[in-house]
Structures are given as C-alpha cells and as structure tokens.
C-alpha cells in the first residue's frame, strides 16, 4: 500500500496490477456512481461558482472541492445512515460557516437538488455500453434510490440492480453495503469470487470492498492531478487488482483481454 501523505501514489497505468488474474474471470461488475460513473466534482463546480460569485466570496475550484471532502468526512463519520444525498445540503451549510458567509436552507436545498443534473464523464456511457455486453452492472451508491434514479437515466440506463445507502440503511466505507450486495446477487448464484468492484474512491470503496475479499478495479479519475479532489482522504492508497485511469481504459482494457 501507498501511504499518505503524498498526492496520488505512482502505480501502473492501465493494466492489471495483480499476477493470475483476468477480467474474464468475473460476471458482475458492481460500480460506484457519483466519482466514477457521474462527474461529481463538476457538478459541485458548477453550482458553488455562481453561488459564491453572488456572495463575493471568490474561491478556487481547489478550494471549493477540498472543502467539501473535509465535510463531507465530517458527515460521514457522525451520520453513517444518512444518504449521501440529504448529507449534501448539511455539507453547504457547513462549509459556508467554515468561510464565515451567510447561507439558507433554501440554497442547502438547492445544492441537494442540483444531484439530478451532475453529468456524466463524457467516457461514461459508451463503455459501460461495451461491459455491459458482457456482465451484469450493478449500482453500489452511497446516493439515495431518488437521486440514482436521476443519474441512472442520465447514463442511459445501464444498471441490471440498483443498491442505494437507503436500501441498505448504512453507507460506504461500511462493509454492512458488500455484505448486501452480496444478499441482493444470491438469488441469480453470483459469489463474491464473480464480483469485481469498479470505483475511482479509495476512501469509500476500493479499501473496503479489498477489506471484504472482492477483486476491484480502481478508476483514477484524478490520474495526474494532484490530491483528492472533492473525495475525502484515505488512510492510504490500497493496490487495486486492476486499475484505469478511465472508463474508456477499462473497456479498452477488457476488449484487449477479449480480442
């Protein structure tokens, strides 16, 4: 493992990190949304900009998305129930009294709201169209079933089973949502050796669903830049058995292993 405090650790670049594996091996591939699949930190960008711009209270993006991952740990850790979804506006409020700047709940309510227009990576829907052609895709999202139903239709519908932080009752980083994965797959036989979990956080998923004995897939989407963004620190940098710095590397990774 990588230990912090350094930036993003230097594993290889597209390709499978662990010996004697192979993509083929799997039936099931489990994705994180927001991160991985939805442009989160775009979506966050987007709103706050004007919002601040209102308030003259400039802000880099830097600024903005670091702020929020140091709340968003925040919540995490005392609302371990609570969908990532309502946590959002509690996220807003927090963060302008960090900056000392007058807020209302009509605009925590707006930021909360705003979930339903985050866009995908522009990668997003034409590779999960080519794995989808080979596995099934199943939603793991710390998000609540009305904002992921949201952000299904803008990725075009991909997902074969839907798993939200209020179905299972508690969110990632809790091994509680892997264990419900798994109960939620029993009735079609998948077992965990079937499962691989695709996700670009360390925080929220590849060290927990590592911690729980499935293969994953890391997507760095942060590749080259530095820190991590809008998502809340890891203790440190687990080696995934696979890794991509997108998900067009992925695909193209599979279609390689296929071809």
């Known amino acids: ?19 004697n594996t192979s993509l083929k091996q799997f039936n099931t591939i489990t994705f994180d949304v927001v991160g991985t699949l939805i442009d989160f930190e775009k979506g966050i960008l987007d709103w706050f900009r004007p919002v601040l711009a209102s308030k003259d209270a400039p802000k880099s993006d830097n600024d903005i998305l670091t702020a ?5 740990d925040v919540f995490q850790q005392s609302h371990p129930n609570e969908p990532f979804t309502a946590m959002l506006a509690m996220i807003y409020l927090s963060m302008m009294q960090e900056w000392e700047l007058p807020a209302t709940t009509d605009e925590a309510e707006s930021f909360r709201n705003s979930i339903q227009h985050w866009p995908a990576f522009p990668d ?6 080519v794995l989808k052609q080979h596995f099934r895709i199943v939603a793991v999202t710390n998000a609540d079933m009305w904002a992921l139903n949201y ?10 089973l839907k798993i939200t932080c209020d179905l299972v009752g508690v969110n990632k ?3 509680d949502v892997f264990e419900f994965v798994l109960t939620q797959l029993a009735p079609e036989k998948v077992t965990r050796d079937q499962i691989l979990h695709a996700a670009q956080s360390q925080y929220h998923d590849i060290a927990p669903a590592t911690a729980f004995g499935l293969a994953t897939m890391w ?3 942060r590749h080259g ?10 203790e440190s940098v687990i080696t995934p058995n696979f890794h991509a710095v997108s998900m ?10 296929l071809g």
Do not use: Y
């Open 173 to 175: 980083p809790s091994l």
């Open 68 to 72: 929020f991952a140091r709340h968003e």
């Open 225 to 234: 830049q530095e820190g991590f963004g809008a998502t809340p620190l890891p």
């Open 124 to 129: 997003t829907v034409a590779a999960l169209k």
């Open 151 to 160: 952000m299904s239709a803008t990725l075009s519908e991909p997902f074969d």
């Open 248 to 257: 067009a590397d992925f695909a193209a990774q599979f279609t390689a292993e």
């Open 219 to 221: 997507i760095e989407r």
């Open 1 to 19: 493992n990588c230990q912090l405090p350094t930036a993003n650790c230097q594993l290889p670049t597209a390709k499978n990190i662990m010996t």
